[in-house]
């Protein structure tokens, strides 16, 4: 059951990402993320504590 709740979990977490990507303006920016360092376009990338952004990829820190 845990592993249904994480689950339905992503997938709400990832259908308000879209949402909330879909209403960013794009202008093109890039930005790179402070976990991994890939660089993502800045109406896509998400805010990160300290300032900097982060890619939103729940597996980025893997790519470091």
């Excluded at 930005?31 to 729940?58: I, S």
């Amino acid at each position: 059951e845990a592993d249904v709740e994480t689950l339905m979990s992503t997938v709400r977490d990832r259908a308000q990402e879209a949402t909330r990507r879909a209403a960013a303006p794009a202008d093109g920016t890039m930005v790179r993320c402070e976990r991994c360092g890939t660089f993502v376009p800045r109406a896509e990338a998400l805010p990160a504590p300290g300032g900097g952004f982060n890619c939103g990829d729940p597996g980025c820190a893997s790519r470091r």
